[in-house]
């Protein structure tokens, strides 16, 4: 049975699952030893992600959100002076990682990540998708391509599924399985509602996995998220996100439909989020000039009746 959430912390400009956890995963939670030290390899919820997505388990770690992961690859593999191409706009974390290790940034538009891969040859690119804030599909032939371009100058592709689950049609979980220029990134904190356990994996090259993990502070995933990690990668909960993801969608289609009709102008998205050139009032949203786009905000549906106040809360921009 599907829980009905309350409104969440912040309101909907976070893109957190608004109908919170699987049953299954909140009993894992609650269940979960507190009185010991968790295990600071991971290793049961690594052998969970390894079977759930059909790779070898030295080619996975479990973090504490994929936030923790991208530092930690920052660290791992980035020295003073390093390329690293991420493309604009993007996920704040990538450029901060990046700049805390020393390296220097170069911010294409997303068309150009290829020609600036080639041109940069840098250690690491960061690439989502589907692309945030904006929810906009990349197919897989493209990533394809960007990885390649990767391979040819000895640069690793860091694709970032946090919201893939969200799309019509889900790449999966790696999206370029065995490919030896891709770490893949798939949070559980939006599709399975962990935002406050803070949980994820990084799959890709066991070599990059390793030197990953020698930089890493033991300890790190607490024994709630290990545990609520393996059962978010139960079928019992592989379901519930499919059936609530499919309640999201219908709202935001609901929600794009609304826009249109009232002049309220927005960018295509394949996702429960999106961008709206619009002004809110009494509503939480994200405002979007950090990422190089004033005017606009991102907005994420949530349930029915949280929706209507969303509605009630947009005026044009």
Known sequence: MIREATHGRGGFAVCVNAYGPAPNVREAILSAPIDAYPDARCIAA???????????????????????????????????????????????????????????????????????????RPRLAFIAAPTSPAGVPIEREMLRTVADACAEGDTLLVLDQAYDPFTSKPLGTPALPGHPAVLHLRSLTKDHALAGVRVGFAIGPASIIAALNRVRVPWMVSAPAQAAAIAALT????????????????????????????????????THYGLLRARATGIQVRDCTSFGLPGWIRVAVRTEPENAVLRRGLTHG
């Not at 499919?242 to 826009?259: E, G, H, K, N, Y």
Request: proline share 5%.
């Open 46 to 120: 690594c052998e969970a992600a390894a079977a759930r997505w059909r790779r070898p388990v030295n080619e996975v770690a479990c973090g504490a959100g994929t936030a923790e992961l991208i530092h930690a690859l920052a660290a791992a593999l980035l020295r003073p002076g390093d390329r690293v191409v991420i493309p604009r706009p993007a996920f704040a974390e990538y450029g901060r990682a990046a700049l805390l290790a020393g390296a220097r940034v170069h911010r294409p538009l997303q068309g150009d990540m290829v020609a600036a891969i080639r041109a940069q």
């Open 235 to 270: 079928d019992e909960a592989e379901a519930h996100v499919c059936r609530t993801i499919a309640l999201l969608r219908q709202s935001a289609t609901d929600l794009w439909s609304w826009c249109d009709d009232v002049g309220i102008e927005r960018m295509p998205s394949d």
